[in-house]
Every structure is written in C-alpha cells, then in structure tokens.
C-alpha cells in the first residue's frame, strides 16, 4: 500500500529564515506526490506536484520539493519564510489504479516575527 | 478556470436533524468528486468517491451518504446527524486522467 510519513507534526521558524518539511513515502511503485496548504478554515490549495518528470519540482509561493527514490523522500523547502506561511502542510501520495490519495499526518507550521 | 463551491460555508445542527451539504464544480465535464471530513486535530479521511453520475464508492461505513445526480454536483447527507459527525466537510475534484486533486472551501459542521 502507499503512504506518506510526515516526520515532524510542528515546526517553528523565525520569519526570514529557511523552512524544511520533511516527507517520506512508502510505494511499490513510482508515484506521483504532492504538497498540499491548508490555513485555518480554508480548504486545501496544491503547491506542487511530482508525476516523475524533474525530480526538484517548483511551486507556488516560492516552495520547492525534491524527489529522492534511494531515499523515498520528498522533502518541501522555501529559502525564506513569510508571515503568511503560518499554516498546515500535508504530504500526499497517490494511490495505485483509483485515483485516490493517502494523506500525512500534516505538519503545522509556526513563523515567528 | 475551474470552480468549486461548497455551501453552507458554517452549520450549526441539532443532534438527530437532518444533513444536506452540497459541492458544484464549474469549468469542466465528468469529473472525479470526492467528499473528505477532518476531525479536529486529525489529517483528512476521504468518506465517498464518484467517478460518474449515480456511482458512488464509501470509504467508511458510517451515519452518511452521498449522491451524485448531476455530472457536477454532489451531495452529502444524513437522515439523523450525531455528535460523532461534527467537523471540516471538504468537497474536492480532479481530472479523470490525473491524480492531483483541487479542493473546496468546506463546511464547518457543528452538531450540538
């Protein structure tokens, strides 16, 4: 079966600073992975995704994932957090043959100013 | 572009009441839907998947039900809601040729 494994359910990082979310997956086969945003009360907004084209994957907002299969992670980063990036972020897989996802645990993220 | 609506956007119910929320999505034609439900302090559990009009696959077996009758619009119910089934109602859909898939703005359900 797949699935995700969010290794950190709470980081803290001063505004500036660099943000490291990290991910691994569990798949017999190539998946494709994603990183979801969820701020309070709002649904979930995809910031990237990975369906086996570059392994350092670009989203939005300045967020970027690598794909690592010899170490089944998928780790997101951004250089320099924002204010506005207060919220939780979910790793995703896809499952095999239905179209449906498996969802971490979620990792909340704190910036402080 | 693609929409998704969801409505209510907040609810309130008694124990025991009925429930009727409702998913549209504008923009495209014979998508997958899916209805998600988070619990407080808990990740998303995915509660019904439809990939056409009147089919519809449950995760769980639980006090809800969904339907589809329209190409893009779904629905989810319940005859008489429990205490149980209070939380963030997230409707999403995605292109039947991918995986990723785009979300709603949700329902918070309170059941009182």
């Known amino acids: 079966a797949q699935s995700v494994t969010q290794l950190d359910s709470h980081v803290s990082v001063s505004e500036g600073t660099p943000v490291l979310l990290r991910c691994n997956y569990s798949s017999s086969y190539s998946p494709s992975l994603f990183w979801y945003v969820q701020h309070p009360n709002k649904g979930l907004q995809l910031l990237l995704k990975?369906?086996?084209?570059?392994?350092l994957v670009k989203g939005i907002n300045g967020f970027e994932a690598e794909f690592k299969k010899s170490e089944t992670s998928f780790h997101l980063t951004k250089p320099s957090a924002h204010m506005s990036d207060a919220a939780e972020y979910f790793c995703?897989?896809?499952?095999?043959?239905?179209?449906?996802?498996?969802f971490g645990a979620g990792t909340t993220v704190t910036v402080r100013a | 572009s693609q929409t998704i609506h969801q409505w209510p956007a907040t609810l309130v119910q008694p124990v025991g009441s009925p429930l009727s929320l409702e998913c549209t999505v504008e923009g495209t034609s014979n998508p997958n839907l899916y209805w998600y439900r988070q619990a407080a302090g808990r990740g998303l559990q995915l509660l019904f998947y439809?990939?056409?009009?009147?089919?519809i696959s449950s995760e769980v077996p639980q006090n809800l039900s969904a339907s589809r009758p329209q190409d893009r619009q779904f629905i989810l119910s319940s005859k008489k809601l429990l205490l149980s089934d209070s939380g963030f109602y997230l409707c999403?859909?995605?292109?039947?040729?991918?995986?990723?898939?785009?979300f709603g703005p949700g329902t918070r359900l309170t059941v009182t």
């Open positions: 999403a859909w995605s292109d039947g040729q991918r995986y990723e898939q785009y």
């Open positions: 990975y369906t086996s084209a570059a392994t």
């Open positions: 439809s990939v056409g009009i009147g089919q």
């Open positions: 995703v897989v896809s499952r095999i043959n239905d179209y449906k996802l498996s």
